[in-house]
């Protein structure tokens, strides 16, 4: 094993050399380089040859060095509003954790869900599912992270340390995809919905108006289908090789009904409070009637969005006092030492990974070389189409991936009837949603990844299997029901 991460510590430099001096593609210096670059980090991000967190500080030495963009430039991805929401709803979990409010969320969801494996592990991912179909998936991932960190962390004595860790991974895992599946299911699940929902008519030179209830008939059950597909590849991966199959939850400590303390009570009112407010902040339109979200309160509303309901909770748990812990706040600055800031940097480099894509040039030559498959049948389109998409997806923007897929898929499909036409543009924004094996190609999968509960070939083999199933699954639903 130390021998194969010698040899990716060397092959990655080695990759990108070729690519920048040698430049074999067919295409701009930039598009070589970037791919140079994507090898590079590539490379050692699947053998783990040095720390991730190393690996996704490369794009802010090499693309400057490479003329792709500037060190500022690049920089600013460092510093996204999204790591800011994390580090927030981080905050928010180490509270719940410092002040036992864990152990009463993990009581309850076994109340709800039962005390077998499959059952909680369905019972997070539904909840996942259903909250991600309104706000964004790394909102919905964070609301459950803390939940699903609580019933890890007490699991019962009796599970081995093997049982414990496939449990945990199936769980957080669970959690990471089903945020992302149930963005599927309504226009404003995410960003590709919503920017194919409104831009559809330009799209199709035609008038026809998608309504939101027309969507959800369309999507949802495939949404759901594929939930149900993740649902038993993790059971497949994981739960099935575990030895116990129940938590015997009577013998823990925290089933004994005790009385709520102040601090826990606080807290879970910032929870609530915060849950609330991520829920209602956008606008939602349901076909002609609009509920009108918070945001519009305020007249720039467009400089306002999770993080700083994310950063305004946390803020608060700094101020707010502590009865049991006098002239102390519910959290002090000590606490953020448990703050894992290895993840912060992982979506910086995601994020100046996609910068890379969408700068150089990257995504527009990978989406041009499909123009091959143009006398191709639309089904075989849709798959080979979908197969590059979700590629591309696993390490930039979905929503800058979908803004220039489009116009190409309309002008290679122009000989092809206007029905033909449509089916590959929904499936292409359906596969923009499909990113499941990197911890960079979404925010939950590096929120599940930050836990330090998953390996990174874990991710890779759950997030493969589910790629292929998603792939086959979109390819058949949107040939055939669409």
């Given at each position: 094993?130390?021998?194969?991460?010698?040899?990716?510590?060397?092959?990655?430099?080695?990759?990108?050399?070729?690519?920048?001096?040698?430049?074999?593609?067919?295409?701009?210096?930039?598009?070589?380089?970037?791919?140079?670059?994507?090898?590079?980090?590539?490379?050692?991000?699947?053998?783990?040859?040095?720390h991730l967190a190393v690996t996704a500080l490369l794009p802010l030495v090499l693309l400057p060095l490479t003329q792709i963009a500037n060190v500022k430039e690049v920089s600013k991805e460092y510093s996204d509003s999204i790591i800011f929401l994390f580090l927030g709803g981080f905050l928010l979990s180490i509270a719940i954790e410092k002040w036992d409010v864990h152990k009463r969320i993990a009581r309850?969801?076994?109340?709800?869900?039962?005390?077998?494996?499959?059952?909680?592990?369905?019972?997070?991912?539904?909840?996942?599912?259903?909250?991600?179909?309104?706000?964004?998936?790394?909102?919905?991932?964070?609301?459950?992270?803390?939940?699903?960190?609580?019933?890890?962390?007490?699991?019962?004595?009796?599970?081995?340390?093997?049982?414990?860790?496939?449990?945990?991974?199936?769980?957080?895992?669970?959690?990471?995809?089903?945020?992302?599946?149930?963005?599927?299911?309504?226009?404003?699940?995410?960003?590709?919905?919503?920017?194919?929902?409104?831009?559809?008519?330009?799209?199709?030179?035609?008038?026809?108006?998608?309504?939101?209830?027309?969507?959800?008939?369309?999507?949802?059950?495939?949404?759901?289908?594929?939930?149900?597909?993740?649902?038993?590849?993790?059971?497949?991966?994981?739960?099935?090789?575990?030895?116990?199959?129940?938590?015997?939850?009577?013998?823990?400590?925290?089933?004994?009904?005790?009385?709520?303390?102040?601090?826990?009570?606080?807290?879970?009112?910032?929870?609530?409070?915060?849950?609330?407010?991520?829920?209602?902040?956008?606008?939602?339109?349901?076909?002609?009637?609009?509920?009108?979200?918070?945001?519009?309160?305020?007249?720039?509303?467009?400089?306002?969005?999770?993080?700083?309901?994310?950063?305004?909770?946390?803020?608060?748990?700094?101020?707010?006092?502590?009865?049991?812990?006098?002239?102390?706040?519910?959290?002090?600055?000590?606490?953020?030492?448990?703050?894992?800031?290895?993840?912060?940097?992982?979506?910086?480099?995601?994020?100046?990974?996609?910068?890379?894509?969408?700068?150089?040039?990257?995504?527009?030559?990978?989406?041009?070389?499909?123009?091959?498959?143009?006398?191709?049948?639309?089904?075989?389109?849709?798959?080979?189409?979908?197969?590059?998409?979700?590629?591309?997806?696993?390490?930039?923007?979905?929503?800058?991936?979908?803004?220039?897929?489009?116009?190409?898929?309309?002008?290679?499909?122009?000989?092809?009837?206007?029905?033909?036409?449509?089916?590959?543009?929904?499936?292409?924004?359906?596969?923009?949603?499909?990113?499941?094996?990197?911890?960079?190609?979404?925010?939950?999968?590096?929120?599940?990844?930050?836990?330090?509960?998953?390996?990174?070939?874990?991710?890779?083999?759950?997030?493969?299997?589910?790629?292929?199933?998603?792939?086959?699954?979109?390819?058949?639903?949107?040939?055939?029901?669409?």
């Amino acid at each position: 094993m130390k021998k194969l991460k010698n040899i990716a510590l060397l092959f990655g430099p080695i990759c990108f050399g070729v690519f920048y001096l040698f430049q074999p593609l067919d295409a701009s210096p930039s598009i070589n380089r970037m791919t140079g670059i994507l090898l590079w980090m590539a490379i050692w991000w699947f053998s783990e040859c040095v720390h991730l967190a190393v690996t996704a500080l490369l794009p802010l030495v090499l693309l400057p060095l490479t003329q792709i963009a500037n060190v500022k430039e690049v920089s600013k991805e460092y510093s996204d509003s999204i790591i800011f929401l994390f580090l927030g709803g981080f905050l928010l979990s180490i509270a719940i954790e410092k002040w036992d409010v864990h152990k009463r969320i993990a009581r309850n969801i076994l109340k709800i869900t039962g005390n077998s494996t499959q059952g909680i592990l369905l019972g997070v991912m539904l909840s996942c599912f259903l909250i991600s179909n309104w706000i964004s998936n790394t909102a919905t991932a964070l609301m459950l992270f803390g939940a699903v960190l609580a019933l890890i962390k007490e699991l019962d004595s009796s599970f081995t340390d093997k049982d414990k860790n496939l449990l945990a991974q199936a769980l957080l895992l669970g959690m990471a995809y089903a945020s992302s599946i149930g963005g599927i299911a309504t226009p404003v699940g995410t960003p590709p919905n919503m920017y194919f929902f409104k831009m559809y008519p330009k799209l199709m030179d035609n008038n026809i108006q998608i309504t939101f209830l027309q969507w959800i008939i369309m999507f949802f059950p495939l949404s759901f289908l594929i939930l149900i597909g993740c649902f038993f590849i993790l059971k497949i991966l994981f739960l099935n090789k575990m030895q116990r199959k129940n938590i015997s939850s009577k013998n823990f400590e925290w089933n004994k009904k005790t009385k709520m303390s102040y601090e826990e009570k606080v807290i879970l009112i910032v929870f609530l409070i915060t849950i609330g407010l991520w829920l209602t902040r956008e606008n939602l339109n349901f076909g002609s009637i609009t509920i009108y979200g918070w945001k519009n309160l305020f007249s720039h509303s467009e400089y306002i969005d999770d993080a700083v309901v994310a950063m305004s909770s946390a803020i608060s748990l700094f101020v707010i006092p502590s009865k049991k812990n006098k002239n102390e706040a519910l959290l002090v600055w000590e606490d953020i030492k448990q703050l894992k800031y290895e993840i912060l940097l992982l979506f910086g480099g995601g994020f100046a990974l996609a910068y890379g894509f969408e700068k150089s040039g990257l995504i527009e030559y990978l989406i041009q070389s499909m123009r091959f498959i143009q006398g191709i049948s639309p089904l075989i389109l849709i798959f080979l189409m979908g197969t590059v998409i979700a590629l591309i997806s696993e390490f930039a923007s979905n929503i800058a991936t979908i803004q220039l897929a489009l116009p190409l898929i309309i002008a290679m499909t122009s000989h092809l009837p206007a029905m033909y036409t449509s089916k590959l543009i929904f499936s292409s924004v359906l596969f923009a949603s499909v990113g499941f094996m990197l911890p960079v190609a979404t925010a939950p999968n590096m929120i599940a990844f930050g836990s330090g509960y998953i390996p990174m070939h874990s991710m890779l083999k759950a997030g493969f299997w589910l790629d292929v199933f998603c792939i086959f699954t979109i390819t058949i639903y949107s040939y055939f029901f669409i």
